[in-house]
């Protein structure tokens, strides 16, 4: 079964770090997601890609926050300069677009991401 | 706004109980969409059901039934003879896009109920 990969399942960096998150998506979908669950709360949009741009963001995805979609099939998620409220579980999703749209985001198992 | 609620924020039941987790949600929109979705201990998030707000039908699949009521602005979700293997915790999201990465603010989720089956 086809499914979204994510990369590393676990990163801890210093405060103040640029931190990479690595993601490889469904290969036949189009739109692409980030969501983050700090530890014990609910999960939050982030951004969301399509057509090799942003098309949706949140208040949380700020300027120390950005995407890309380097070489067609791995979308990354950058964060610039690492602070400690940046601690949390970054989730990558991706959804197929098109006249049947099944309705399911598939997501991956997770980047923990700990900013010491 | 959109918002959901998920006032349980954990259940605890014996084996082979029914269990409900609840659902409030708010939008001002006509058109919108309701999920589950189950994020057992491994962490990933498994999408369990998508519901728009034109079918208020409920829904049964195996042990699990959804009951949509736009009544109340509610859509719970019933686990029937619950197993040890359903304890994870459980999320409510509601998108105003057909779309289920969601409109303008993605996907909005509810703050999640851990449900914990003890054997």
């Known amino acids: 079964e086809p499914e979204v990969t994510q990369t590393p399942s676990h990163q801890v960096t210093q405060m103040g770090q640029e931190v990479i998150l690595r993601c490889v998506p469904i290969s036949n979908h189009l739109y692409f997601y980030w969501y983050r669950q700090i530890l014990g709360q609910k999960v939050e949009f982030l951004v969301s890609?399509?057509?090799?741009?942003?098309?949706?963001k949140s208040e949380i995805f700020d300027d120390q926050f950005s995407v890309e979609r380097p070489d067609g099939s791995n979308f990354t998620l950058k964060i610039r300069s690492t602070k400690l409220e940046d601690s949390a579980m970054y989730f990558c999703?991706?959804?197929?677009?098109?006249?049947?749209?099944?309705?399911?985001?598939?997501f991956g198992e997770g980047s923990r991401l700990t900013v010491l | 706004a959109q918002k959901v609620t998920q006032a349980q924020t954990e259940i605890s039941v014996v084996e082979k109980e029914d269990v409900t987790l609840d659902c409030v949600y708010e939008t001002r929109d006509t058109t919108y969409y309701l999920f589950w979705y189950k994020q057992p201990p491994s962490g990933e998030l498994v999408f369990l059901i998508r519901?728009?707000?034109?079918?208020?039908q409920n829904e049964i699949s195996g042990r699990y039934s959804w009951n949509f009521q736009k009544s109340t602005s509610s859509f719970n979700f019933t686990i029937t003879a619950s197993q040890v293997v359903d304890s994870a915790v459980y999320f409510c999201?509601?998108?105003?896009?057909?779309?289920?990465?969601?409109?303008?603010?993605?996907?909005?989720f509810g703050k999640g109920t851990h449900l914990i089956i003890q054997p």
């Open positions: 999201a509601l998108s105003e896009s057909q779309y289920s990465g969601g409109g303008a603010d993605g996907l909005t």
């Open positions: 890609f399509y057509n090799n741009e942003i098309s949706e």
């Open positions: 999703a991706s959804s197929e677009h098109g006249d049947e749209d099944t309705g399911e985001l598939f």
């Open positions: 519901r728009n707000s034109f079918d208020e």
